[in-house]
């Protein structure tokens, strides 16, 4: 059975996050801050960290320099408000596994989980971090976006928007799918803002990409990049 430690000083998240995990089948523990993050995590009983930024007496950048600095092996996935693509950078270049912003889906941080922790037993590819269509490729683990091998800069709400559009290309994904995906659990379901964010993509990523179908959603076009 997988080990979990949850660093975080937010009691309804933590016990969001504890129950969900549970659920799930995994053994978990919390830390409430920084310093007793790192005692844990350095204890070797745990698998996997998910890791709060915002912690008391050391916040998360410091538990993850310590942490990676002592050569500790257990995976580690940064949970931040900050939504802000150099911090995602900076977290995945200095040791992090993955990067989740708040608000966020639980189903999408457990899949996030699971695919950590399958990494651990299995040799790593540089393919399985990379996705693409015609000439946009996505880089899962440095969040950096290329189209036609230009770089492209994307907001973290950007970055999973597209990312969302890339995994399921082709297929209509509803206004509702898309809010509950990228804005998580307390998304205002009657806003607009997918639309906006859509609206965002098409200007940076290309004018025909996404395809509006009406009374559904949006749809990827395969391997199509427009103008």
């Avoid at 930024?53 to 500790?72: H, M, N, R, S, T």
């Avoid at 880089?139 to 890339?166: C, Q, W, Y």
Wanted: charged share 30%; proline share 3%.
């Amino acid at each position: 059975m997988n080990r979990i430690l949850i660093a975080e000083d937010e009691p309804r998240i933590a016990s969001f996050l504890e129950k969900g995990l549970k659920a799930n089948g995994f053994t978990t523990a919390i830390a409430k801050d920084g310093e007793e993050a790192i005692i844990m995590a350095c204890s070797g009983n745990f698998d996997l960290l998910i890791l709060d930024i915002g912690l008391p007496c050391k916040d998360g950048w410091a538990v993850l320099e310590e942490l990676c600095g002592q050569g500790e092996q257990l995976s580690i996935i940064i949970l931040s408000a900050r939504d802000d693509v150099k911090e995602m950078v900076h977290g995945l270049e200095n040791g992090a596994d993955d990067y989740v912003t708040k608000p966020f889906r639980f189903e999408e941080l457990l899949a996030r989980v699971r695919l950590r922790l399958r990494d651990r037993y299995l040799p790593k590819r540089k393919e399985e971090f990379l996705l693409s269509s015609g000439d946009i490729v996505l880089d899962l683990r440095t969040r950096h976006v290329k189209v036609a091998n230009r770089p492209i800069e994307l907001s973290a709400r950007e970055f999973t928007l597209a990312e969302i559009f890339l995994r399921y290309p082709g297929r209509v994904l509803s206004r509702e799918q898309l809010l509950s995906h990228v804005w998580g659990y307390d998304y205002d379901p009657g806003s607009n803002i997918v639309d906006v964010y859509v609206g965002y993509l098409r200007k940076k990523l290309g004018s025909n990409l996404i395809e509006t179908v009406r009374g559904m959603g949006y749809r990827l076009r395969s391997g199509e990049v427009g103008g």
